[in-house]
């Protein structure tokens, strides 16, 4: 990549960090292999920028992946933070801001009677699964395939092709016991799930689905998919759990299920509800939640769940977010957005598809080199997507319009770079 775009730092803090970290990072996809390169190093962010330890700033669209949906470092987050921490940042005791934050999902979630906090959204729905075979008797979760629900055993499934198919491990270290009780079936093919449940529904603890898939690129339902889960679940006698981590608070304040009108019997979240600290949570009727221990037989525990720094965090997004309410603004100005920029790739000739939900949105190349090469004239041109075309860019309430017509900019001028390449 010939640029004027300073990676030195970067690129010395990558090579250091590759001694003692595996590829040089605690998570995979932000070694930018899928685009190449050196990954950056970010020293600080504030509303929609970040800046890099080259001193280069990017109006970011990655967010944490999901969390920021104020921005970064919104003050009064970063206010209730120092409060807190100030008093200690871990007891292993009990403290109000537990119940606080979890009274604050329960008036946001119809479904949800009970709430049991994490440290992350794998773990939520790690702990999804169990209930819901303890509570059923059954083995078998049903999941979709290019849907991710964290990196437990039993999860990390995606199968091959089409036709329902029996799990083979999506990666090493996973035991194919654990996998074969997990049936892949495609995503937003109903007839596939009704077929499925016809010959062995009876043996389903539980179906696990993003209501709307982002973590394949964005793939909303069709209309019927999430009801026929609804009713065929029902049916059988399974559990329907809908993983919100990423779309809870996000797509409307009560999520995806009140956006579709559909109540889960668990809901799985994470991301936003931490407001940038380590945080996931399961919830859901009494009657399931209950069987947690110390009230029932299924055992789950964590050192620092319900962490006092991480509630008040958390507490204090979704206050703000309550009051200001940015989810009609945040998906007008998405949209428009996405309008822009479908239009000039089109006027380039440029095949991509730009789908968009609330204010969550994919630029998809059918080329998975060519937005490699997006990507890297964007951050030129100072804007951060994420490394991987598979991954859903967010807009946050920071992302006020002057910020997104410079961003528009930016991007079309990247298409346009990446078209003569
Ligand atoms: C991010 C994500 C998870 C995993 O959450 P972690 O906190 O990274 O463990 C699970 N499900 C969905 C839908 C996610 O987007």
């Known amino acids: 990549m010939n640029s004027t775009h300073k990676t030195k730092n970067s690129a010395r803090l990558f090579d250091a960090a590759k001694k003692v970290l595996p590829g040089g990072v605690n998570s995979p996809v932000r070694a930018f292999q899928a685009v190449g390169g050196t990954p950056l190093f970010i020293r600080e962010a504030r509303g929609a920028e ?13 967010g944490s992946w999901g969390p920021m949906i104020l921005g970064h470092a919104p003050s009064r987050v970063v206010s209730a ?32 009677e009970k709430i049991r906090f994490v440290s992350s959204g794998t773990e939520a729905a790690m702990t999804a699964l169990r209930l819901s075979r303890a509570r059923t008797g059954r083995d078998k979760i049903v999941k979709f395939a290019g849907c991710y629900h964290g990196h437990s055993d039993a999860l990390l499934v995606k199968a091959g092709s089409g ?25 937003n093919d109903l007839a596939a799930a009704e077929k499925f449940f016809k010959d062995a529904g ?15 690129g964005l793939v909303p339902p069709v209309a019927g998919f999430l009801e026929g889960l609804r009713a065929l679940t029902k049916q059988y006698g399974a559990l329907l759990i809908f993983d919100e981590v990423i779309t809870g608070f996000r797509l409307a304040y009560g999520g995806a299920q009140t956006l579709f009108k559909i109540e889960p019997d ?80 089109q006027w380039l000739k440029i095949p991509v ?14 080329d998975a080199a060519v937005y490699a090469r997006f990507f890297h004239a964007l951050l030129e041109h100072g804007v951060y997507f994420p490394p991987s075309q598979f991954e859903v860019c967010f807009v946050s309430a920071a992302h006020n319009p002057i910020i997104l017509k410079k961003a528009l900019k930016a991007i079309t001028q990247s298409l346009e770079r990446t078209s003569h390449a």
Do not use: H
């Open 163 to 187: 036709a329902a198919t029996l799990g083979i491990p999506d990666s090493a270290g996973v035991p194919r016991a654990v996998a074969s009780d997990t049936i892949v079936l495609p995503y």
């Open 50 to 62: 970040l800046r890099d330890a080259d001193g280069n700033r990017y109006i970011d669209f990655v």
């Open 202 to 216: 009876e043996t389903v603890a539980a179906v696990i689905v993003e209501p709307v898939a982002a973590n394949m």
């Open 266 to 345: 668990l809901t799985c979240l994470g991301k936003i509800i931490g407001g940038g600290l380590p945080v996931g949570a399961v919830g859901g009727r009494k009657d399931i939640m209950e069987l947690l221990a110390p009230l029932g037989p299924v055992y789950q525990a964590g050192t620092l769940s319900g962490n006092p720094l991480a509630m008040a965090a958390g507490l204090m997004t979704l206050e703000i977010l309550d009051d200001m309410n940015p989810y009609k603004k945040m998906e007008a100005a998405t949209e428009k957005l996405c309008g822009q920029i479908l239009a000039f790739a």
């Open 81 to 112: 933070i120092k409060a807190r921490s100030a008093k200690g940042t871990s007891y292993g005791a009990p403290t109000e801001l537990e119940t606080e934050l979890a009274e604050k999902i329960i008036s946001a979630f119809p479904s949800m």
């Open 353 to 366: 598809q730009v789908p968009q939900i609330g204010s969550m949105f994919t630029v998809f190349f059918s």
